[in-house]
């Protein structure tokens, strides 16, 4: 993590603004789930879209990097839809 926190960052992991329409909607949160507005300005957020079989339109896989003390990162995974939609009730997210 400390790669991307020196701004060595696989191409395929996108500013998540540039991946959303209209607008950022977090949906589920493995951690925390925190407005991006309230968020610290000394993390670094970033998206995959992901398709998955039976949704027409792709999800966003969002990886928010935080720099703590001590050499040591707090790491919140997130899906967000891509849409002014909710994702399936019955979807399982699992690391």
């Given at each position: 993590?400390r790669?991307?926190?020196?701004?060595?960052?696989p191409?395929d992991?996108?500013?998540v603004?540039?991946?959303?329409?209209p607008?950022p909607?977090?949906?589920?949160?493995?951690r925390?789930?925190?407005?991006?507005?309230?968020r610290?300005?000394?993390?670094?957020?970033r998206g995959?879209?992901v398709?998955?079989?039976?949704l027409t339109d792709p999800?966003v896989?969002?990886l928010v990097?935080?720099?703590?003390?001590n050499?040591?990162?707090?790491?919140?995974?997130?899906?967000?839809a891509t849409?002014?939609q909710?994702?399936?009730?019955?979807?399982?997210?699992?690391?």
């Open positions: 993590m790669d991307w926190l020196d701004g060595e960052i191409t992991w996108q500013p603004n540039q991946l959303l329409t607008t909607m977090p949906i589920a949160s493995v925390t789930l925190t407005p991006l507005a309230s610290p300005s000394a993390h670094l957020e995959k879209l398709n998955l079989k039976g999800i896989l969002v990097v935080k720099s703590l003390p050499t040591q990162f707090e790491i919140t995974v997130e899906l967000w849409q002014d909710w994702l399936p009730e019955t979807l399982e997210f699992q690391l």
